[in-house]
């Protein structure tokens, strides 16, 4: 069974950084594409990016509204995700995903942005 | 950005067929835009219902099928339940990059 669960969501100041993780199992993580969508309060859903598995190049792709301020990364001995956010806006307040390349879902993790 | 646009909203009867569409403002939708579909039910994380047009996972009831119709990628909800009513998302691939449609809320009344 695929699980994915998402930790390191909290309260920070506009301006300020937060590193969100996504533990997965029950696949052959190495192997998979791996993406982050987000859910603003009471909106739809937005995505936020994806990163490619390392035979596939490892490579990145994001959405305008965050390139240059959040990155995607993975570690595959720890069948991790990360999303790493900086220079956080007020916008980036929402519910944030980990997901198998959009196929499956963990529970999200919310991240609040306020002063 | 490319805008991909749904129905705001559609209400289908207790066993009835609804169709719910998604299309893109670059163009007409193919199968190269990758379409997904997504069921989201208030206070629940996303679920996956189809990708790649058409193919569902396994455990996703039968009465949910994907296509594309009419230059729209196409959601068709054949015997809706009362459990089907949520909000349903569809998603685009656009070159690398991805788009989330506004959603569809569907009541089944």
């Known amino acids: 069974e695929v699980k994915l669960v998402e930790s390191g969501g909290g309260l920070v100041k506009p301006g300020g950084s937060l590193r969100l993780s996504c533990a997965a199992s029950?696949?052959?993580?190495?192997?998979?594409?791996m993406s982050w969508a987000r859910q603003a309060p009471g909106k739809g859903l937005e995505w936020v990016g994806r990163?490619?598995?390392?035979?596939?190049?490892?490579?990145?792709d994001y959405a305008a509204p965050v390139k240059g301020r959040l990155t995607i990364s993975r570690d595959d001995s720890k069948n991790t995700l990360y999303l790493q956010m900086n220079s956080l806006k007020t916008e980036d307040t929402a519910v944030y995903y980990c997901?198998?390349?959009?196929?499956?879902w963990g529970q999200g993790t919310l991240v609040t942005v306020s002063s | 950005q490319a805008v991909v646009t749904q129905e705001p909203s559609l209400t289908v009867s207790p066993g009835g067929t609804v169709t719910l569409t998604c299309g893109s403002s670059?163009?007409?939708?193919?199968?190269?835009?990758?379409p997904y579909w997504f069921q989201q039910k208030p206070g629940q994380a996303p679920r996956t219902l189809i990708y790649?047009?058409?193919i569902k996972h396994s455990w996703i009831p039968a009465r949910f099928s994907g296509s594309l119709l009419g230059g729209k990628a196409a959601l068709t909800l054949s015997g809706a339940q009362p459990e089907d009513e949520a909000e349903y998302y569809c998603?685009?691939?656009?070159?690398?990059?991805?788009?989330f449609g506004g959603g569809t809320k569907l009541t089944v009344l």
């Open positions: 997901t198998t390349d959009l196929r499956h």
């Open positions: 029950g696949f052959t993580f190495n192997n998979a594409w």
């Open positions: 990163i490619k598995s390392k035979t596939d190049g490892g490579t990145t």
């Open positions: 670059t163009g007409a939708v193919t199968s190269s835009h990758y």
């Open positions: 790649d047009t058409s």
């Open positions: 998603l685009l691939s656009y070159s690398g990059a991805r788009v």
